[in-house]
């Protein structure tokens, strides 16, 4: 009989692992025993916490009415997300800076065209949006489909609004035989993640604020290059240093310019203030 104690338990349990078949499987559990062995050992982790832990990762799960979920929420707001995102979309100097994802892509988003308006009823100012999809090399990259979804004016995407039954603030269009793309939509605005769940408990719980700064998601995929999936933010928002899911790159941070009542960028006759944005974006080759 082996007597297996709290510093035997590890080596116990790595040697049962041994046998896992998968040797990438077989290094990501013996790593991630490893640490968490380790962590209850640093922390000397009472029973009653990793009860209180276990609580709190089951709530994590809990589907909610509207079907999600908190685990990638736990997983941004504790940096995991950003790290898996940086380290494995290292580009080489002069690619646009991938970030985050995010929970709120869509599919099957509506095709669009250059010059649609892909806020298609989202409240907020209007916003003109344009710029140039090119390789790293400088080569325009035609055909690029550009994926763009955003919240509208009150902060709030459009799968977050129940009973909608058609996209808002989101559409896929193709950059031009130039590269460039153009649409209108609406300007991005600062909003709380969700924070009405365990995931918002613990933001309470360290001090921590729910915001993210204001931002347009893009996902843009060309035949011949690396997908890109990054934001672009505005400059000047107060939530730039803090963003609640540590996404911001000051590389992906631009001017969004204000203008009052007048001729929009794509002709439009404005009787309204709107801003416009040009970003070009840079991929890599696959
Ligand atoms: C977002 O930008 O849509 C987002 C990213 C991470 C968590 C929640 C929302
Ligand atoms: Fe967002």
């Given at each position: 009989?082996?007597?297996?104690d709290?510093?035997?338990?590890?080596?116990?349990?790595?040697?049962?692992q041994?046998?896992?078949?998968?040797?990438?499987?077989?290094?990501?559990?013996?790593?991630?025993v490893?640490?968490?062995h380790?962590f209850?050992?640093?922390?000397?982790?009472?029973?009653a916490?990793?009860?209180?832990?276990?609580?709190?990762l089951?709530?994590?799960?809990?589907?909610t009415?509207?079907?999600?979920q908190?685990?990638?929420?736990?997983?941004d707001?504790?940096?995991?997300?950003?790290?898996?995102?940086a380290?494995?979309?290292?580009?080489?100097?002069?690619?646009?800076?991938?970030?985050?994802?995010?929970?709120?892509y869509?599919?099957?988003?509506?095709?669009?065209?250059?010059?649609?308006d892909?806020?298609?009823?989202?409240?907020g100012?209007?916003c003109f949006v344009?710029?140039t999809v090119?390789g790293?090399?400088?080569?325009?990259?035609?055909?690029?489909?550009i994926a763009?979804w955003?919240?509208d004016?009150?902060?709030?995407?459009?799968?977050?609004?129940?009973?909608?039954?058609?996209?808002?603030?989101?559409?896929r269009l193709a950059?031009?035989a130039?590269?460039r793309?153009?649409f209108?939509?609406?300007?991005?605005?600062?909003?709380p993640?969700p924070?009405?769940?365990?995931?918002g408990?613990l933001?309470?719980?360290?001090?921590?604020?729910?915001?993210r700064p204001a931002?347009?998601?893009?996902?843009?995929?060309?035949?011949?290059?690396?997908?890109?999936?990054?934001h672009?933010f505005?400059?000047?928002d107060?939530?730039?240093e803090?963003?609640?899911?540590?996404?911001?790159r000051?590389?992906?941070?631009?001017?969004w310019?204000?203008h009052?009542?007048?001729?929009?960028?794509?002709?439009?006759?404005m009787?309204?203030?709107?801003?416009?944005?040009?970003?070009?974006?840079?991929?890599?080759?696959?």
């Open positions: 009989m082996i007597d297996i709290e510093w035997t338990i590890t080596q116990a349990v790595l040697k049962v041994a046998g896992t078949q998968d040797a990438r499987l077989r290094r990501v559990l013996d790593s991630l490893r640490h968490l380790d209850a050992r640093e922390v000397e982790l009472t029973e916490e990793w009860a209180q832990g276990i609580d709190f089951t709530r994590v799960g809990h589907i009415d509207d079907r999600r908190e685990f990638i929420l736990l997983s707001v504790m940096g995991l997300s950003t790290l898996v995102t380290q494995n979309n290292r580009r080489p100097a002069g690619c646009t800076e991938a970030t985050v994802f995010g929970p709120f869509v599919p099957d988003a509506p095709a669009c065209r250059n010059g649609d892909i806020a298609n009823g989202a409240r100012q209007p344009s710029g090119r790293i090399g400088g080569e325009p990259v035609a055909g690029a489909t763009v955003q919240s004016e009150d902060g709030t995407y459009d799968v977050q609004r129940p009973g909608l039954d058609h996209a808002e603030g989101r559409g950059s031009a130039d590269g793309y153009h209108r939509s609406i300007l991005a605005v600062p909003y993640i924070h009405d769940g365990p995931v408990q933001l309470e719980r360290t001090g921590r604020h729910p915001w931002h347009l998601h893009f996902m843009i995929q060309a035949p011949g290059y690396e997908t890109l999936v990054t672009v505005r400059a000047g107060e939530y730039l803090s963003d609640a899911v540590f996404g911001v000051s590389s992906l941070v631009a001017d310019q204000p009052g009542p007048g001729t929009a960028p794509d002709g439009t006759r009787d309204t203030p709107f801003h416009t944005l040009d970003y070009d974006f840079v991929l890599n080759p696959a």
